[in-house]
């Protein structure tokens, strides 16, 4: 009975998730630069100073960043800022309890965030990518702030500093669907406040950012798709020798 209650309540509540995190929004192409070490190395830098204060990435440890091409000193000298070693998981401090009081919800494990966010409306990496450019001032909100892609969102514009303010512009445009009714529709933002970054730099940053975090979901992904083609090849002249072999033994059966 207990599991079936949890069920119910799963499904009354997931149509509102999707719905919330959508927030019918068109999402941009994030750039793919998991091979590229120096975006990944720029995106762990901007992971560990703006996201893991709250968030954590339990399933990943400090140590396999090794793989990017950073020694275990520079994990130590820069990606290090408690009493945590190089071999430990990359939680945060923030507790649940006081995560929930604060947020009202306690800030998702960011492990496999960029898998979690893939849809039909595009891959995760995708998702992250323009809801960490869509965020706008808006003072109706406990935060301050408020998304395109995840409306009403309760966690706020961590990045502001480098991306500075800016305003959501909307209008109202009649319905095509329904004659007499009007839609609020998006019509650009407005700075109002610049940032320590230009709007091409903050892009660049997002988007080294949302590698890091790609990276992280699946770090031997870049291994797995070398390994697929050798396994192909493989396969493929495998096909042939079988081919051949397989003629040769029913001709002389014939």
Not at 111 to 132: H, K
Not at 197 to 208: C, G
Not at 232 to 247: D, K, P, S, T
């Amino acid at each position: 009975m207990k599991l079936l209650k949890k069920l119910i309540a799963a499904l009354v509540f997931f149509p509102v998730l999707v719905l919330a995190s959508e927030g019918g929004h068109p999402l941009d192409k994030a750039p793919d630069l998991t091979n590229d070490l120096a975006a990944l190395q720029n995106g762990a830098k901007l992971f560990v100073n703006y996201c893991l204060n709250c968030h954590s990435a339990s399933a990943m440890r400090y140590n396999r960043m090794q793989d990017i091409g950073l020694t275990e000193e520079q994990i130590k000298n820069n990606l290090l800022f408690t009493s945590d070693k190089v071999g430990d998981l990359m939680k945060t401090s923030l507790s649940h309890k006081d995560a929930k009081d604060w947020f009202g919800v306690a800030p998702p494990d960011l492990s496999v965030i960029v898998r979690a966010r893939s849809s039909d409306l595009g891959s995760g990496a995708d998702w992250i990518y323009t809801y960490l450019r869509t965020y706008y001032k808006d003072d109706t909100r406990p935060t301050g702030w408020n998304n395109l892609v995840f409306p009403n969102v309760g966690m706020p514009h961590v990045l502001w500093e480098l991306q500075g303010v800016r305003t959501a512009k909307f209008v109202e445009e009649k319905d095509p669907h329904e004659p007499g009714k009007t839609v609020h529709k998006f019509a650009g933002f407005e700075q109002v406040k610049p940032g320590k970054l230009s709007a091409l730099e903050y892009d660049t940053a997002v988007a080294d950012l949302v590698s890091f975090m790609n990276w992280m979901s699946e770090p031997v992904q870049n291994k797995r798709r070398q390994l697929g083609v050798w396994v192909l090849l493989f396969m493929g002249i495998f096909v042939v020798i079988v081919w051949r072999l397989n003629a040769s033994y029913w001709k002389e059966v014939k």
